[in-house]
């Protein structure tokens, strides 16, 4: 149905239960859901339980999400609040702004 559309790889690094981890999961997932319905595949990783995924992906804050994929491989630190910066980060024109 979307053979010509990347599937979006993200790799969400939070630090344990805080609320700035929680809030950017949140606002990630909503996000998502409303953006990339069905076209993603989101890992949430605590970096207290898997510090080495952490150094792999060059994390040295939390929360950050990584796009794996599509590339280019992008970085977004904070809770993910700004859904603009977010979006842009991502490469992603909101569903809601198409051309009319």
Same mark, same amino acid.
């Given at each position: 149905?979307? !053979?010509? &559309?990347?599937?979006?790889?993200?790799? @969400?690094?939070?630090?344990?239960?805080?609320?700035?981890?929680?809030?950017?999961?949140?606002?990630?997932?909503?996000?998502? &859901? #409303? /953006? @990339?319905?069905?076209?993603?595949?989101?890992?949430? %990783?605590?970096?207290?339980?898997?510090? /080495? !995924?952490?150094?792999?992906?060059?994390?040295? !804050? !939390?929360?950050?999400?990584?796009?794996?994929?599509?590339?280019?491989? #992008?970085? %977004? %630190?904070?809770?993910?609040?700004?859904?603009? #910066?977010? @979006?842009?980060?991502?490469? %992603?024109?909101?569903?809601?702004?198409?051309?009319?």
């Amino acid at each position: 149905m979307s !053979a010509g &559309e990347d599937r979006h790889v993200l790799r @969400l690094f939070v630090s344990g239960a805080s609320p700035r981890s929680t809030r950017a999961i949140d606002n990630l997932r909503r996000l998502l &859901e #409303r /953006e @990339l319905p069905g076209r993603y595949d989101l890992r949430v %990783i605590d970096v207290y339980q898997d510090p /080495e !995924a952490a150094r792999d992906h060059q994390v040295v !804050a !939390a929360p950050t999400l990584v796009k794996v994929s599509p590339l280019p491989v #992008r970085r %977004i %630190i904070g809770d993910l609040s700004d859904e603009a #910066r977010v @979006l842009h980060g991502l490469g %992603i024109v909101a569903a809601g702004n198409g051309a009319g």
